[in-house]
Nanobody
Framework: VQLVESGGDLVQPGGSLRLSCGASGFTFSSYAMSWIRHSPGKGLEWVSGINSSVGGTYYAASGKGRFTISRENAQITLSLQMNSLKAEDTAVYCC?????????????????????WGQGTQVTVSS
């Protein structure tokens, strides 16, 4: 399994970024995927997730209304559109694959329910 993120950058408060994650080594369309971020001050934080099939997207309160998660199963890509960025969004953002099992197709907000993570892409929000 390999997950590779891209799109992180330095952006001013109020700006936007689009993160992407390319996946390989597993049947992407069969698993829920999430974005999880980590920062020195906050540790690990689940940000958003999407079920394996169309129709199920979920957001932490911190990103609801500002972030939009999407997936393109044919292109094996996961994305996160982030708008109205704030300084507190500064973190390394990782895409993560839901752990295999009975609930592998559905999102979990528990970071321990994800078995493969990418290296992450740095998002810095600062003026």
């Amino acid at each position: 399994v390999q997950l590779v993120e891209s799109g992180g950058d330095l952006v001013q408060p109020g700006g936007s970024l689009r993160l992407s994650c390319g996946a390989s080594g597993f049947t992407f369309s069969s698993y829920a995927m999430s974005w999880i971020r980590h920062s020195p001050g906050k540790g690990l934080e689940w940000v958003s997730g999407i079920n394996s099939s169309v129709g199920g997207t979920y957001y932490a309160a911190s990103g609801k209304g500002r972030f939009t998660i999407s997936r393109e199963n044919a292109q094996i890509t996961l994305s996160l559109q982030m708008n109205s960025l704030k300084a507190e969004d500064t973190a390394v953002y990782c895409c993560a694959k839901r752990r295999r099992g009975l609930y592998g197709a559905t999102v979990s907000s528990a970071v321990s329910d994800y078995d493969y993570w990418g290296q992450g892409t740095q998002v810095t929000v600062s003026s």
